[in-house]
Structure formats: structure tokens, C-alpha cells
């Protein structure tokens, strides 16, 4: 996880990839304006084939005559940067490679504000119009497996602070799979946090680990109908979700596995 603007960190941490994303509207984006913006980037990022169906979007309503366009990977040349593109969505990635050590998000956060400003120049100039937030969002992934402290189903309750140990002692007998999902309400105006927990195949030696991904997305102000200027959320929804990430996993599992400092 990232740093807690305290002295905690952790030694061996099972995060494996942050995302930082912009939802905006631009009325005259269309598949030219992949191919271009690959072109413009293309000292430092490379286009990744195949193309993704794109990422959902929550408020959209309407029906439209047109196919929605793909989303298209940009793969930095040089990092572990990775730039998601789709019509009304902008999203710089860092995704750990082998053992590489988390940069911090001080230092992702300053990447991804980069990336978007330059995207934005450059579609201003391209198509002519300025392209205008609507929603910010920040996700941390984080993935648990047998040398992160599970390697059962029933090692969840050990690692997540709110479910009863107990599990599997009763009737219920063996736990075989689950998933879990909480939306809660962020302070100050600062919009939704979503906590996903589930059971997923592992590429690795296990053939399954746990999934924990605390995603938030930005809300609107109740006095100005606007969302906040983009440090500002992304700072504190950062602090959200590290309080978050502490809160609902174990003193146990942190220490033992995670090494917390």
C-alpha cells in the first residue's frame, strides 16, 4: 500500500498495481485520435495489441447509434507505466514487475498528473476542444497469496479484520469459495469507496490467491456542484484508502507477513 503520511510501511507488501484515472467528456474523440495519440507518445510509450472493450461507465444513459470504442493500452518504454485510453476515460497504471519495489504514490501520482496534462494539450490542439473532468478515480490492487499469508479459503478470516474466525466450525463446514463487495460513503465530499474481496487464479505456483481492491471515485460538492481540483481529491482519497487498508485487515497479518514498520 502506499505511504500512510506516517512512519508505517511495509516491507513485503502484497500490492501489485495502482491506477489513477480521469473520466472526462469529449464529444469529438473517435478511434483517429488512438492511432494519433500513439503516435505523439511514442518516444516513451508503445501501443499494446489487442485492443479492451472499455471500462463502464456508471452515469451514461442513452442509447447511441454508433459501436462504443475500444480502450487502448500505451506501455511505457522505460517503467512499469502503463496509460489506458478509451473516449471518456484517461488511466495511468503502475503494475509490479518481478520483485520491484513500490515507488510510492508520490511519486505515481506526479507520473499520472503528467500524462493526463500532456494528453490533454495535445487533444486540445488536435481536435479543438478542451476536454472537462466529470470524475476522478484512484484504485490500489492488492493480491494475497501462500507467501503473502493465504493459501485457503479459510485464511480470509486471519487476514481480514472483519470476519469471524469461526467460520468453518459449524455446520457451515468448509469454506470452497466467496466474494465479497462494500461500497462506503467518503468524508468531506470526496465520493464513494468501493472494497472488493474475492478468489482468483493464480498465474504463479498457487492456483488460487485473494483479490483485495479498494477503488474510490470521486463525488460532487453539495454547495458547488463541482468536483474538487485534482491534488486535492487525490490526496486525500489516497489517505482514505491507506486508513481503509489498515482498518480492515489484521494486526496479524500486517506484522507477520506484510512487514508492517
Known amino acids: 500500500m502506499p505511504e500512510t503520511q506516517t512512519s508505517e510501511s511495509f516491507l513485503n507488501p502484497p500490492l501489485i498495481e495502482v491506477v489513477c484515472g480521469v473520466q472526462f467528456e469529449a464529444p469529438s474523440?473517435?478511434?483517429?485520435?488512438?492511432?494519433?495519440?500513439?503516435?505523439?507518445?511514442?518516444?516513451?510509450?508503445?501501443?499494446?495489441?489487442?485492443?479492451?472493450?472499455?471500462?463502464?461507465?456508471?452515469?451514461?444513459?442513452?442509447?447511441?447509434?454508433?459501436p462504443p470504442l475500444r480502450r487502448v493500452w500505451y506501455e511505457s518504454i522505460e517503467d512499469s507505466g502503463l496509460i489506458q485510453l478509451q473516449s471518456n476515460r484517461f488511466l495511468y497504471n503502475w503494475r509490479r514487475k518481478d520483485q520491484e519495489e513500490y515507488p510510492r504514490f508520490t511519486r505515481i501520482f506526479p507520473a499520472f498528473e503528467k500524462e493526463w496534462e500532456v494528453f490533454r494539450e495535445w487533444y486540445?490542439?488536435?481536435?479543438?476542444?478542451?476536454?472537462?473532468?466529470?470524475?476522478?478515480?484512484?484504485?490500489?490492487?492488492?493480491?494475497?497469496?501462500?507467501?503473502?499469508?493465504?493459501?485457503?479459503?479459510?485464511?480470509?478470516?486471519?487476514?481480514?479484520?472483519?470476519?469471524?474466525?469461526?467460520?468453518?466450525e459449524s455446520i457451515l463446514h468448509e469454506i470452497l469459495s466467496q466474494q465479497h463487495k462494500f461500497q462506503f460513503r467518503l468524508p468531506k465530499d470526496l465520493g464513494i469507496l468501493t472494497v472488493g474481496?474475492?478468489?482468483?487464479?493464480?498465474?504463479?505456483?498457487?492456483?488460487?490467491?485473494?483479490?483485495?481492491?479498494?477503488?474510490?471515485?470521486?463525488?460532487?460538492?453539495?454547495?458547488?456542484?463541482?468536483?474538487?481540483?485534482?491534488?486535492?481529491?487525490?490526496?486525500?482519497?489516497?489517505?482514505?484508502?491507506?486508513?481503509?487498508?489498515?482498518s480492515l485487515t489484521t494486526d496479524e497479518i500486517q506484522n507477520n507477513y506484510w512487514g508492517r514498520q
Not at 487464479?201 to 456542484?225: H, R, W, Y
Open 29 to 66: 474523440f473517435s478511434s483517429i485520435h488512438f492511432g494519433l495519440y500513439a503516435n505523439h507518445v511514442c518516444r516513451r510509450f508503445k501501443y499494446i495489441a489487442p485492443e479492451r472493450s472499455p471500462l463502464s461507465t456508471s452515469d451514461s444513459f442513452g442509447i447511441s447509434e454508433l
Open 124 to 168: 486540445s490542439g488536435e481536435a479543438g476542444e478542451l476536454l472537462i473532468p466529470t470524475k476522478y478515480q484512484l484504485t490500489y490492487l492488492n493480491e494475497v497469496d501462500s507467501e503473502k499469508g493465504w493459501k485457503l479459503p479459510k485464511d480470509t478470516s486471519t487476514i481480514l479484520s472483519f470476519l469471524n474466525p469461526s467460520w468453518g
Open 197 to 246: 474481496i474475492q478468489q482468483i487464479s493464480n498465474k504463479k505456483e498457487d492456483p488460487q490467491c485473494l483479490l483485495i481492491e479498494f477503488s474510490a471515485s470521486s463525488g460532487v460538492n453539495v454547495d458547488t456542484f463541482e468536483i474538487p481540483s485534482m491534488d486535492y481529491w487525490f490526496s486525500d482519497a489516497n489517505k482514505a484508502i491507506v486508513k481503509s487498508f489498515l
